[in-house]
């Protein structure tokens, strides 16, 4: 029972966002799609949630990289596994 509750503890405790994603986030904002891409992408490599989720969005809208909707659910899976809620919702649409 502890380890339930530590394990849930641990997913509701929120985690610090990255710098990188900062940067893509305020790029998408202004239309640089290739900037956030470039920002982001080793960070998603890396296992950020964040830019996977990111990532995802713009290989689905095309925005700065070529439309890849395979790449994109891959990301969004991706990104769903890491507890980004939602990327759930994206994948079940």
């Known amino acids: 029972m502890r380890a339930f509750f530590a394990l849930l503890l641990l997913i509701a405790i929120p985690r610090p966002v990255s710098a990188d994603f900062v940067v893509a986030e305020a790029a998408v904002r202004n239309g640089e799609y290739p900037l956030a891409y470039l920002a982001c ?21 095309g925005l700065g990289v070529p439309l ?8 969004f899976r991706r990104a769903a596994k890491l507890l980004r809620y939602d990327a759930f919702s994206v994948i079940s649409s």
Do not use: F, V
């Open 41 to 61: 992408k080793s960070e998603a490599d890396a296992g950020d949630a964040e830019c996977q989720h990111l990532l995802g969005y713009l290989y689905q809208e």
């Open 68 to 75: 890849n909707p395979t790449e994109a659910i891959r990301l």
